[in-house]
T-cell receptor, first 114, second 110 residues
Framework: ETGVTQTPRHLVMGMTNKKSLKCEQHLGHNAMYWYKQSAKKPLELMFVYSLEERVENNSVPSRFSPECPNSSHLFLHLHTLQPEDSALYLC?????????????FGEGSRLTVL | GESVGLHLPTLSVQEGDNSIINCAYSNSASDYFIWYKQESGKGPQFIIDIRSNMDKRQGQRVTVLLNKTVKHLSLQIAATQPGDSAVYFCAEIGADGLTFGKGTHLIIQP
């Protein structure tokens, strides 16, 4: 049973829609992450938050906007997306943002952009 | 940039046989490696890790081998079961943080 919960599990949206993905972790971790998983590609790190402060943004287009209101919750706000943004979006958490610890992943939000 | 990769996108094995999944890495400065398992419709799950000061680590039915000379990492699964069917990723941690490979899809034949 995962300690990281993502909603919704599936989302279909048009290119002009605005939607949000939500992630909640119940592990007491201090770091949270958004990853993008596309077919036949490695996991791509999008955003990292440590103690609610963004510490890394891997040149992600501005149509993706993260929000971390507290150390347990992470959002990814989506607007004017493109079909190539269709992918599985994974949230993860770790005890600290020190690059040595295990990541705990949620089950992902499968996004389809029409 | 340097990357972590896997030799085969798909590996098919008979149920009960041993499975070996391979991963080549290119950053010789990486000091920590992890194997993740991702079942269909789920997020990746930690299986086993190994630090660069070790060459072998065993878990329950799984063994990770690290060969720093040729920069090669492997995951061995003993007596493969249907529940082992998944995509397996290696990941390395170095100066650039955590980098994932593309994954090998392990298919179990009955």
């Amino acid at each position: 049973e995962t300690g990281v919960t993502q909603t919704p599990r599936h989302l279909v949206m048009g290119m002009t829609n605005k939607k949000s993905l939500k992630c909640e972790q119940h592990l007491g971790h201090n770091a949270m992450y958004w990853y993008k998983q596309s077919a036949k590609k490695p996991l791509e790190l999008m955003f990292v938050y440590s103690l609610e402060e963004r510490v890394e943004n891997n040149s992600v287009p501005s149509r993706f906007s993260p929000e971390c209101p507290n150390s347990s919750h992470l959002f990814l706000h989506l607007h004017t997306l493109q079909p190539e943004d269709s992918a599985l979006y994974l949230c993860a958490s770790s005890q600290e943002r020190d690059n040595t610890g295990e990541l705990f992943f949620g089950e992902g939000s499968r996004l389809t952009v029409l | 940039g340097e990357s972590v990769g896997l030799h085969l996108p798909t590996l098919s094995v008979q149920e009960g046989d041993n499975s070996i999944i391979n991963c080549a890495y290119s950053n010789s400065a990486s000091d920590y490696f992890i194997w993740y398992k991702q079942e269909s419709g789920k997020g990746p799950q930690f299986i086993i890790d190994i630090r660069s000061n070790m060459d072998k680590r065993q878990g329950q039915r799984v063994t990770v081998l690290l060969n720093k000379t040729v920069k090669h990492l492997s995951l061995q699964i003993a007596a493969t079961q249907p529940g082992d069917s998944a995509v397996y990723f290696c990941a390395e941690i170095g100066a650039d943080g955590l980098t994932f490979g593309k994954g090998t899809h392990l298919i179990i034949q009955p």
